[in-house]
């Protein structure tokens, strides 16, 4: 009799143990879950925002050229390997800053994924004096 109120109350105290468990496995699956969802979204990053006021168009049109970016794209509509980016003002800073940051966010209809990936680690400073260069593209 004793022995069996002793199990009894055993098991009783494991619970805790393993309803602690549960909830600490999910929540840090869902941790992992949250780091994926950020991963894959980085327009959640803070660094999607824009750091500068002020743009240098010819700096940017240089870079435009030294970063290779003019050997995909045109000023006019013709595609060479990336979309020509006349008129890509329209689409709004945003979408234009994640396209170069994060290229394989959004893969245009039509296109490859063959964009560089790695814009993110240039100069802040050029990749925004680009984009206020590429806007002129009317
Ligand atoms: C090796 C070729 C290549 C290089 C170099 C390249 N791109 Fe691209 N780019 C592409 C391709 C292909 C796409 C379309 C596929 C996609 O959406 O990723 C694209 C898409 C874009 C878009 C979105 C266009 C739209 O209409 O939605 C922008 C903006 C852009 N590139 C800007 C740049 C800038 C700025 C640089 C230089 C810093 C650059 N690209 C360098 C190939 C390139």
């Known amino acids: 009799m004793n022995i069996s109120k002793n199990k009894y109350i055993s098991k ?3 619970l805790p143990v393993i309803v602690f468990l549960f909830i600490f496995l999910s929540c840090s699956a869902a941790n992992e879950k ?5 991963k894959n979204n ?4 803070e660094e999607v925002k824009f ?11 240089k870079k435009f050229i030294s970063l290779t970016c003019s050997n995909c794209h045109s000023k006019e509509n013709k595609k060479i390997i ?17 396209s170069i940051l994060y290229p394989d966010e959004y893969i245009l ?7 560089p990936k790695i814009y993110k680690n240039e100069n802040r400073k050029d990749i925004e004096d680009i984009i206020a260069y590429i806007k002129t593209f009317k």
Not at 42 to 45: E, F, G, L, Q, S
Not at 51 to 61: C, F, K, R, T
């Open 34 to 38: 949250y780091d994926n969802y950020i």
């Open 51 to 61: 750091q500068y006021n002020e743009y240098d168009i010819n700096n940017g049109e």
């Open 42 to 45: 980085p327009t959640k990053y």
């Open 82 to 98: 990336g979309p020509g980016l006349k008129n890509i003002y329209k689409k709004g800073d945003n979408y234009i800053l994640r």
């Open 109 to 115: 209809e039509g296109y490859k994924n063959l964009m």
């Open 12 to 14: 009783i105290g494991i």
